[in-house]
């Protein structure tokens, strides 16, 4: 559970072009040392020695550590969920068209986390800081209310409940698979998000047969 005795939002959202360069280095700094040092090692002081900014600059933004990581998190859920939005778009009105693109839509994700600062170190700790967890669901949940409204349109035979739960399932699975193909060297990631597809469709197919 988030702890609510730690304040994580964000004190300001900066508007002026100078003061979004400094919030984003902030954020680009604090999600390396985030990979170097760990969520336990890191602190405010930290981060605004390593990007060059002052402390009291620092909280102007953000009153605490755990806000910088938020902030991180919602960074990078945010561009994961783009995609997806982006996969229902291309999808149509198909639930066929939709789990037909299950692989395309967890390789995509996969690069867009790679590609992200510190990608794998906040997924791990959205996952096993409790004050964060909050951030993963939170998006998890964003996810899933938008694909069970495509979904209800699509499969209107399945009560909107039981949409959720299969919804939400899926989208879990895919994360898992996205931070498998990254923390397993050995493993292509291509062959851990292939076999993720095939579990996927399995049980989607299975849905949509069941539901005829």
Same mark, same amino acid.
């Given at each position: ?27 680009? #700094?604090?999600?390396?040392? *985030? ?17 060059? #900014?002052?402390?009291?600059? *620092?909280? @102007? ?37 939709? %789990? ?26 959205? @996952? ?14 964003? #996810? ?6 495509? *979904?209800?349109?699509? *499969?209107?035979? %399945? ?11 899926? #989208? ?41």
């Amino acid at each position: 559970m988030t702890d609510p005795s730690i304040d994580l939002e964000p004190k300001n959202k900066p508007r002026q072009k100078r003061a979004i360069e400094t919030y984003e280095r902030v954020l680009d #700094v604090a999600a390396r040392l *985030l990979e170097e040092e760990g969520v336990e090692r890191i602190s405010t002081n930290l981060i605004a020695e390593k990007a060059d #900014v002052t402390p009291p600059t *620092l909280y @102007r933004y953000f009153p605490n550590k755990y806000a910088v990581l938020r902030a991180l998190g919602d960074r990078l859920m945010q561009e994961q969920n783009e995609i997806f939005e982006r996969f229902l778009t291309d999808a149509g009105g198909s639930i066929e068209a939709q %789990i037909e693109g299950t692989y395309e839509n967890l390789m995509e994700t996969l690069r867009v986390t790679e590609q992200h600062p510190g990608g794998l170190s906040i997924m791990r700790a959205l @996952r096993a800081v409790p004050t964060l967890q909050q951030v993963r669901l939170a998006s998890h949940h964003q #996810v899933t209310d938008e694909w069970v409204e495509h *979904l209800s349109t699509l *499969l209107p035979n %399945i009560p909107k409940p039981e949409l959720w739960i299969k919804a939400r399932l899926t #989208v879990d699975i895919g994360y898992a698979a996205i931070e498998m193909a990254m923390e397993e060297q050995a493993l292509a990631s291509e062959t851990v998000l292939s076999e993720a597809t095939t579990a996927i469709t399995a049980y989607w197919q299975q849905i949509i047969t069941n539901s005829k």
